[in-house]
């Protein structure tokens, strides 16, 4: 059986070009902030993994079923409705902070958010710190 190829694996795209072409000044400014408080936590240099995730650090993950591969540490990619987050582990700290973070969706490893003032930033930077921690601690 062929191995399925991953479609997201980093490259040496231009991050600050992608964030250029972010399609709405508020989103644009919002993706360069949350560039910024990610560089800061994780003191690594952003990579464009696949056309549109901006990814910090590296980590290999292998499944029991043994398919492994290649992901971010931390992460984000401004969409179309949402600016998502890929900060999300399911941790004990997070529903705590969820609650306090203001107006956002979920799902189980994605954190949405239409705009960083509909957020309190501060719990924002609590989480995207926390994640990064965990994730580094798990490699």
């Known amino acids: 059986m062929a191995k399925a190829e991953l479609k ?9 070009a992608f964030l ?19 560089q800061q936590v994780s003191k690594e240099k952003p990579k464009m993994w696949g056309p549109s995730i901006v990814g910090f650090g590296l980590s290999h993950y292998k499944y029991e079923s043994g398919r492994e591969g ?9 969409r179309k409705q949402y600016i998502t987050l890929y900060v999300l582990r399911g941790a004990d700290h997070e529903s705590s902070l969820l609650k306090k973070l203001g107006k956002h969706a979920r799902s189980k490893v994605c954190l949405y958010i239409k705009k960083l003032s509909d957020v309190d930033m501060n ?17």
């Open 8 to 16: 997201t694996k980093v490259n040496k795209a231009s991050v600050t």
């Open 20 to 38: 250029n072409k972010v399609d709405g000044e508020q989103k644009r400014k919002d993706s360069f902030e949350i560039l910024k408080i990610m």
């Open 70 to 78: 290649d992901m971010p540490l931390i992460a984000f990619s401004p």
């Open 123 to 139: 719990v924002l930077k609590d989480l995207i710190a926390n994640s990064y921690k965990a994730s580094k601690a798990q490699k």
